[in-house]
């Protein structure tokens, strides 16, 4: 240590913390290193859901590295799955075979190997019998960090590369023998429906600040209250709250739509509120988390979905905080265009007289985009407004054939300009009189409606 501050008197002070942080991981990585098991092997499983994993072609893969003195074991989420009783919708494989030796093995076997960007990281992609593919990645540790990416280093030790991930539930491998293999006691909080940092949280959070909603998206998935955080990761995620502002906006949408999603959507929400993520994923500084609560709450008791746009967008006041929202999550271009048709319909309050069917029934004849799309926006829109029956009237409305088309007004109507205001015209009739008037009876609107628009003019 003596040395390394000789050193620093001759380079930046930038430099030597960089030094000293990089002397900190190598000299005192094992003060760093979290409470483990001696003996990681925890249980052994021998139920169907294991069982039924086992296609001919995994049996293959299995067969295939144990012929090659290689380990393979499921690893990550979906030994996770598997302990909670759910059938993983994927499985990821975990081995101490480098990518080279792997790819060796598989060109000996002739055993087709899916073109991937992942091999950097140490991921091949085999395609067993032509039927199923398999995503087997090496032992890492992960030797640089910027808090987005990682610069990794291959290892043999499973420890080590359970340590480089990110939850304790999440660090856990299975072998086709049935063994569980947990180090860092995620079982534990598995049972416990406890959602808990590998180590030290700040750490993990500064190797990639994504894990701040991940953390949050499996603590829907895992834990039976609303509002149990450990307070000590509460607070580490308030520190380095400000690491999101560098993460993608597609990533922090991927994240935050499953958020949403899940179970306590309002409570997590309201908890990232709280830990300060407005600014960093395109709210305003004070969102309506009043509007928020009161819809989730209503739609809840009545056991009505709501879409995760919908959620936000509750919380925005105007179009240019839809389009600042838009900004940062690169929104598609359905969930754009529906929080912009919540703002704008938001305030948009018929007077008791109109009936209500009728007026959004207009509104979604006069829509000039996809008839479907802007029925699914009026019913999110009338689900948020408490009109639960008038929101299922309308999802079953079928749109019928607007019986007038330009080429019958061509004749009719002499102005180009007028042709889309005479058809709206006709269309309000069309709506009023139930979809009964047909096609005839329309055009014989038409001279009353050129007529008025002419004296308008």
């Known amino acids: 240590m003596s040395t390394i501050l000789l050193r620093a008197k001759c380079i930046s002070f930038h430099n030597f913390v960089r030094v000293y942080r990089i002397w900190q991981k190598v000299v005192m990585k094992d003060e760093l290193m979290p409470p483990s098991r001696p003996d990681p092997i925890i249980k052994k499983l021998d139920n169907s859901l294991f069982h039924s994993l086992f296609t001919s072609e995994l049996n293959e893969l299995a067969h295939l590295f144990k012929k090659y003195n290689y380990e393979l074991k499921i690893a990550g989420g979906a030994v996770r799955d598997i302990l909670m009783d759910i059938r993983p919708s994927d499985l990821d494989f975990a081995t101490d075979a480098t990518p080279d030796e792997m790819k060796c093995m598989f060109q000996k076997e002739n055993i087709r190997m899916i073109n991937s960007t992942g091999e950097r990281h140490g991921t091949i992609t085999a395609r067993i019998n032509n039927k199923q593919n398999f995503e087997i990645t090496t032992l890492r540790i992960d030797t640089v960090t910027n808090g987005r990416h990682a610069k990794v280093e291959f290892t043999k030790d499973w420890k080590k590369d359970a340590l480089r991930r990110d939850l304790t539930i999440n660090s856990m491998f299975l072998d086709f023998e049935g063994r569980v293999y947990d180090y860092f006691f995620g079982y534990d909080d598995l049972q416990k429906r406890r959602v808990a940092f590998v180590g030290d949280a700040s750490c993990r959070i500064q190797e990639d600040y994504l894990r701040i909603l991940r953390y949050f998206r499996f603590y829907g998935r895992i834990t039976e209250q609303p509002d149990s955080h450990d307070e000590k990761t509460i607070l580490a995620i308030k520190k380095n709250i400000h690491g999101l502002e560098m993460i993608s906006g597609e990533r922090i949408w991927n994240e935050w739509l499953k958020i949403l999603s899940g179970n ?25 988390t009043k509007n928020l609560e009161v819809i989730y709450d209503a739609c809840k008791e009545k056991n009505v979905s709501l879409q995760p746009i919908t959620l936000i967008s509750v919380m925005l006041k105007n179009e240019n905080e839809v389009f600042e929202l838009h900004k940062r999550l690169k929104l598609s271009a359905y969930e754009r265009d529906l929080a912009f048709f919540l703002i704008r319909y938001w305030e948009d309050n018929p007077s008791p007289s109109v009936d209500l069917l009728k007026f959004y029934k207009r509104l979604l004849i006069q829509s000039k985009g996809n008839i479907s799309n802007t029925k699914s926006y009026i019913c999110e829109l009338l689900k948020c407004k408490q009109l639960f029956s008038l929101a299922e009237d309308i999802e079953q409305f079928v749109v019928p054939r607007f019986p007038v088309n330009g080429s019958m007004l061509l004749n009719r109507v002499k102005k180009g300009k007028m042709m889309g205001i005479v058809i709206k015209e006709l269309k309000d009739i069309w709506v009023d009189k139930n979809f009964e008037i047909n096609g005839e009876e329309l055009l014989q609107e038409v001279p009353r409606i050129v007529s008025d628009l002419e004296d308008k003019i």
């Open 264 to 288: 306590y959507a309002k409570e997590i929400t309201l908890k990232m509120l709280e830990c300060g993520i407005a600014k960093y994923v395109g709210l305003p500084e004070n969102p309506n």
